[in-house]
């Protein structure tokens, strides 16, 4: 029998099926008792947000599917002021304790989130007991013993810490929070250095959104610079990664990953999510601000994501973690921010209401065609 050129092809055509099957059924089976974070093991920590109702209340096999599939956690909200420090005497531990204990137990790289941020603070913390702005010096102090308290509290257990979140403005300047109104721009370099006290072998990240965008890259670029010069030490930045079908241009973003890699720190991406529903503030042209109006229009897919969109959102997941392959020398830990889309801040943010579907897992906790995007790009 001759073999002409059209059997060779269709050969290899039959062949190169057969391969795909066989490499679908054996990334099938290997997920069966495994997930991400093996498939992931010698690139970077694949980790997610723990939020309240899901540590407290988990749905049956949560906790299960979070040890198979993550090897890090952040809490979402527990660490922040307002939940573990809500007044100047009272401290509540119970659910702080309760996530490092579940991720203790499945050996997780542990991220607390978070010692200084503007949003989540109660007032009381920036104002006397007469209702009047705290000097420089005693707001350092009372800034000083919260994370003597909180970062000592879990000091060797806390891997990394969100030290300083979101100090910049997206137009290239401090962020005028009473941290930066009442102490100065050194704010920064002190909760890095208590933070080093209290919990010296801790990794120290700054962390903020929107870290495509050049003015804000620049920005933190010198103050890591600035930080260095002063002795302060600070290992890494968190790129939170709120990201859209449409935005930002990965271009931009890898240029900061470069930029901020060439400091000499670690990028983690800290809080990644990919928003599937209309640009709020594009429809209705208003400023971007902290909530719009309910609209039907702004809610597209209450009943489920149609498959056109399933497949554009796993082909958008897929360049993200392109990207992060190619910058696995210089990226430690990506994060989801939540594990399946119920639990998602994205149901309600900036309109409250909306069904989005921003994760790899659906409501149900299955693993969606962008999971298997991501994990495909690893065989
Ligand atoms: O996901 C968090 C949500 O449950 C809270 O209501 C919200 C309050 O500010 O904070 C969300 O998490 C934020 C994180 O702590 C810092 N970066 C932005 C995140 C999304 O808003």
Redesign the pocket.
Known sequence: MTINRRTLLKRSALLAAALATTKQNAIAKALEQTGLKDLYKNDFYIGT?I?NARLNNPPAGFNALVAREFNAMTM??DM?WERVHPEPEKWVWDHADKFMALGEQHGMYMVG??LVWH??TPRWVFNDDAGQPLSREALLARMKSHIDTLAGRYRGRVHAWDVV??AVDEDKGWRKSPWFNQIGPDFVDHAFRYAREAAPEAHLLYND?NMHNPGKREFVVDMIKRLKKNGVSIDGVGM?G?VGLEYPDIAEFEKSIEAFAAEGVAVHIT?LDLDMLPVAWDHIGAEISDSFEYSDELNPYPNGLPADMEEKLAARYAEWFKLFLKHRDKIARVTF?GTGDSES?KND?PVTGRTNYPLLFDRDYQRKPAYHAVAALKK
């Open positions: 947000a939020g979402e909200n922040k989130h978070v949003s989540q979140n979101e959104y939170q709120h809080e921010w801040w943010f």
